[in-house]
Every structure is written in C-alpha cells, then in structure tokens.
C-alpha cells in the first residue's frame, strides 16, 4: 500500500469509515437492502479496496457497468451477489460471467440470447435481471418490445436456461432541483415499470428482486424503493445533485481527500499574464505557487479560474489555464503559512478548509461524480 511522504506530489487518500458510514445511512434512509455500485474503480476510490470492505462489512449485492470489471472482482476472489448491467455484442467476457456466476442485465433479445448460449455452453442456468425502458430512452427493454421479450423468456426458463432473478430500471430526474418535475418523473417511470412487472406476473415470472431506485431515490423517493436500491454516489459522500442538497445536508461524508504538494513559488508582477494563453492577469504583486498535477491527473482543464485550494487552512484561488501537469494558485494573502513542500488540499470533506468535489463540479458546470471518476492513476490512492 501507497504511504505517502515528503517527497510525493501528491495522493488521494479514500476513507473506508466513510464509505461504510454512507452506505448504512442509505440503506437505513431506504429501509430496504441497497446494492453498492463498485463500477468505474469504485468510482475513482479504488475497487481492489473498496469491494471487499464492503463484503466484510456484510454487503449482499454489489453493482458493476462492464463485464471485465465483474470478472476482475471474481479474480480478486469476491463470490457474492454482483450484477453487471452493461455489454456490448460478441464481447467474450459476457460468457465468461455466466460461467462465474455473475447476475447479467438484459436489455435486449440480442443480449438475452447471447446469455442464453453462454448458459448452454456452461451446463448452467444464467440468473438476470430484466432492464426495462422506463423513461430514460437509455438502456434497456421498451414496453413495445416487452411481450416479444417475454415470449423467449419463457421458453428459456422451461429449458432451464435462464432464470429471471430481478426486474429493474434507472430514474431519469430523480435528482433534480426542481421537487415538482423531480416527483412527476419518479411517479411516471414507476407507472411503466409496475405495468411492466404485471406483464412478468401474468405469464408467473415474479422476480426475487425489484429494483428502481438509486442514490436520488434511495434519498428522496420513498415510492422508487421496492426490495432493493441501488446505492453509487452517495457512498462515496457526494450529492447525486449538489443544487437540491450538499453532502453535509444529506448526512454523507466525502471519502476521497486529494492532497497534492506545493512544488515551487514566485513572485510575478502586476500585469504578468499566467499560464497559456494568459487567461488570469495579475492585478498586484502576487506570490503564485505551482501545484504539480493537472488534467493528465484528472485534475479539470475547464475549471480553470473557477476553483480554489485549501493550504494552511485558506483558500488560495486557481488562477491561470490548469495544464496537463500543472495548476497555478494565488498563493499572496496566504502569508507565512504557505511554503514550498507545503499541502494542498485539492478537494475533500472540507475538514481542512477545502471545497468539496461537488463543489468543484459546480463552480465549473458539471458535477462531483465526474471530479472523483475522471482522477488518473498517477494520483495513487491511500486507504485509510
């Protein structure tokens, strides 16, 4: 494991007493199970970790996008109940879940028959959960194409080939500001998929587990909930939107610190221009530091002039175009606190002064989903 130490530019360090803390005050919000969604690293947080503190920590479920990253989890030795949602045609990672007894998402007769000849391949019945189309105009199974769907099913179930172990769906506004608009699109999606569910039960295919609702539902959206929520953003401390509600609102932490070091300073001269194409002038004598990672480091190049860092307990401003290896910071009313060598506080829970990555994602127009995801590999993660 990473140890951070003078020396190092910079590291992210992932609390799993967070995590852990968020996931229990959603699944106790939702008051039913909740499955963690692993996908994407854990969203930035590192899975290696991440998954196998939540089995300790007697998590059923975990959720996954992508086949390989299914298959990496069994590699790694994790047996329990994990689903995974999303495959392209032909990818031959999809057969190879089938064979490790890994829960695969339908959307499509194409990706139902796949999995079917997978399953006869393996001597084994393939469990699924049935993807329907409630709104989003994404993924998954419209209610025009349902019946046809439904009609393979059954056939499928009668060799012993496919067992129908959920039926879910994904919220389109579920998040959004506005609680009218969010409320009506949450009760309209639900309106399909109960019909669709009624569409299962006639032909007596009643599915173990439901499940609609994520982190947004989970929170404010009692009727999205069924027998299972999937829980993603909101375990690792962050808003699904930070314009309705902020972590702190919500009762969630933020598990990821990035800290990065302070790699030189200097004085520039009022009128000096910063960075290319001196997007930020200095307006006084100003002291700039260098914080040596960038957008190669998942660090926004958007952002740019819109952000700030916490050094010493302070916000010094981002100032100047962030380049690939590199961001500048005002660094002048920071006074004896700021050194080279000294820690920057990227974004975090604000414990040392910083902003959130939901902020961060607000100031630039996008959100703190993409600030933790997008975080390159040679910022190396610290668990705590």
Same mark, same amino acid.
């Given at each position: 494991m990473f140890n951070p130490h003078a020396g190092d530019r910079a590291w992210a360090q992932v609390s799993g007493e967070a995590i852990l803390g968020n996931y229990d005050t959603l699944r106790a919000t939702s008051g039913v199970d909740a499955m963690a969604v692993v996908k994407a690293d854990a969203y930035g947080h590192g899975a290696d970790v991440v998954a196998p503190l939540l089995r300790s920590h007697g998590v059923t479920w975990l959720g996954v996008a992508l086949p390989s990253e299914a298959m990496a989890l069994r590699a790694a030795g994790d047996t329990g109940k994990l689903l995974c949602w999303l495959s392209t045609p032909g990818d031959p990672t999809l057969s190879e879940c089938v064979g490790a007894d890994v829960d695969l998402s339908v959307s499509s007769l194409r990706e139902l028959l796949e999995i079917a000849t997978a399953a006869r391949d393996a001597n084994t019945c393939a469990n699924i959960h049935v993807k329907i189309d409630t709104g989003l105009s994404r993924n998954g199974v419209s209610p025009t194409d /349902?019946?046809?769907?439904?009609? &393979?099913?059954?056939?499928?179930?009668? &060799?012993?080939?496919?067992?129908?172990? %959920?039926?879910?769906?994904? /919220?389109? #506004?579920?998040?959004?500001?506005?609680?009218?608009?969010s409320s009506k699109s949450v009760s309209a999606q639900?309106?399909?998929? +109960?019909?669709?569910?009624?569409?299962?039960?006639?032909?007596?295919?009643?599915?173990?587990?439901?499940?609609?609702?994520?982190?947004?539902?989970?929170?404010?959206?009692?009727?999205?909930?069924?027998?299972?929520?999937?829980?993603?953003?909101?375990?690792?401390? /962050?808003?699904?939107?930070?314009?309705?509600? %902020?972590? &702190?609102?919500?009762?969630?932490?933020?598990?990821?610190?990035?800290?990065?070091?302070? #790699?030189?300073?200097?004085?520039? #001269?009022?009128?000096?221009?910063?960075?290319?194409?001196?997007?930020?002038? $200095?307006?006084? &004598?100003?002291? +700039?530091?260098?914080?040596?990672?960038?957008?190669?480091?998942?660090?926004?190049?958007?952002?740019?002039?819109?952000?700030?860092?916490?050094?010493?307990?302070?916000?010094?401003?981002?100032?100047?175009?962030? $380049?690939?290896?590199?961001?500048? +910071?005002?660094?002048?009313?920071?006074?004896?606190?700021?050194?080279?060598?000294?820690?920057?506080?990227?974004f975090g829970p604000g414990a040392h002064g910083e902003w959130t990555a939901d902020q961060w994602g607000l100031a630039y127009g996008s959100l703190g989903y993409e600030i933790v995801t997008r975080l390159g590999a040679r910022i190396p993660r610290v668990h705590l």
């Amino acid at each position: 494991m990473f140890n951070p130490h003078a020396g190092d530019r910079a590291w992210a360090q992932v609390s799993g007493e967070a995590i852990l803390g968020n996931y229990d005050t959603l699944r106790a919000t939702s008051g039913v199970d909740a499955m963690a969604v692993v996908k994407a690293d854990a969203y930035g947080h590192g899975a290696d970790v991440v998954a196998p503190l939540l089995r300790s920590h007697g998590v059923t479920w975990l959720g996954v996008a992508l086949p390989s990253e299914a298959m990496a989890l069994r590699a790694a030795g994790d047996t329990g109940k994990l689903l995974c949602w999303l495959s392209t045609p032909g990818d031959p990672t999809l057969s190879e879940c089938v064979g490790a007894d890994v829960d695969l998402s339908v959307s499509s007769l194409r990706e139902l028959l796949e999995i079917a000849t997978a399953a006869r391949d393996a001597n084994t019945c393939a469990n699924i959960h049935v993807k329907i189309d409630t709104g989003l105009s994404r993924n998954g199974v419209s209610p025009t194409d /349902l019946g046809a769907l439904i009609s &393979e099913l059954t056939t499928l179930i009668g &060799e012993g080939t496919i067992c129908v172990r %959920g039926v879910w769906s994904h /919220l389109a #506004s579920a998040d959004d500001p506005d609680l009218v608009l969010s409320s009506k699109s949450v009760s309209a999606q639900r309106s399909v998929f +109960v019909a669709a569910l009624d569409d299962f039960a006639a032909v007596g295919i009643e599915p173990e587990f439901v499940h609609l609702a994520n982190t947004a539902g989970a929170l404010w959206h009692p009727d999205s909930r069924f027998n299972l929520v999937r829980v993603g953003i909101g375990m690792y401390g /962050l808003s699904p939107n930070a314009e309705r509600a %902020g972590s &702190e609102q919500l009762g969630l932490i933020p598990a990821m610190t990035v800290v990065a070091r302070i #790699s030189s300073l200097k004085k520039v #001269s009022a009128g000096a221009g910063v960075s290319y194409s001196h997007t930020w002038i $200095a307006k006084r &004598e100003t002291q +700039v530091g260098l914080v040596p990672v960038g957008y190669a480091d998942g660090i926004p190049r958007n952002a740019s002039n819109r952000v700030g860092v916490a050094i010493g307990g302070k916000i010094a401003p981002q100032v100047g175009t962030i $380049a690939m290896d590199q961001f500048v +910071v005002d660094c002048t009313d920071l006074g004896a606190e700021v050194s080279a060598g000294a820690e920057v506080y990227v974004f975090g829970p604000g414990a040392h002064g910083e902003w959130t990555a939901d902020q961060w994602g607000l100031a630039y127009g996008s959100l703190g989903y993409e600030i933790v995801t997008r975080l390159g590999a040679r910022i190396p993660r610290v668990h705590l």
